[in-house]
């Protein structure tokens, strides 16, 4: 089934940047495209985005309230996705879940997760 | 953007009953891109259904998927001790920003 594991997370001050990275193993990483979940403390999952396979264009998506602040990418030969945050703001305190799918269904592997903490 | 509503927020129930959690998408969700999960606390979210019905390897039959169109439901039959979590609908309709429901705690 395979094993994803995120990385990166931390104190960050408001206006500031971070990259999360997303490391894949036991599964091929390129087969399988990844998106990012979160999770703000006592609250419910928030979609963030996502990037498809390089057979998809390694198109992207994002929710409206990162678009213009977040970026995915993913290197497949490291079987590595990243999280670029720009411009970070209080409200994307959370925990940050990577996970992977298959064409067009739902996730079906979640990593453990990395804490985010955005404040002044 | 779609929106999903999960219905009640919080269903309190016994050991041995039936739990009937409700999803309702604010327009049509093809029933290949819905799906279900478990979250118990401090915990990654489980992948329990996909595809409106079809249970993951492993996943009891007790979880059972039904619906179509906008109104989606799970159904957990003769509730275990070990299923008391937070349950949530997911759609991943293509050309449109997925969207999770915002989720039913299932209390004892």
Known sequence: EGQLVESGGGLMQPGRSLRLSCTGSGFIFGDHGVSWVRQAPGKGLEWVGLIRTAAYGEATDYAASVRDRFTISRDDSKGIAYLQMNGLKTEDTAVYYCTKFWHGYSPDLWGQGTRVLVSS | ?108
Not at chain 2, 11 to 39: D, H
Not at chain 2, 75 to 89: K, L, Q, R
Request: hydrophobic residues 30%; contains cysteine; proline residues 6%.
């Open chain 2, 1 to 108: 953007e779609i929106v999903l509503t999960q219905s009640p927020g919080t269903l309190s129930l016994s050991p041995g009953e039936t739990a009937t959690l409700s999803c309702r998408a604010s327009q049509t969700v093809s029933s290949t891109f819905l799906a279900w999960y478990q979250q118990k606390t401090g915990r990654a979210p489980r992948l329990l259904i996909y595809a409106t019905k079809t249970r993951v390897i492993g996943i009891p039959d007790r979880f059972i998927g039904s619906g179509s169109g906008t109104d989606f439901t799970l159904t957990i039959t003769s509730v275990e001790p070990e299923d008391f979590a937070v349950y949530y609908c997911h759609q991943s309709v293509t050309s449109h920003p997925w969207s999770f429901g915002q989720g039913t705690k299932l209390d004892i």
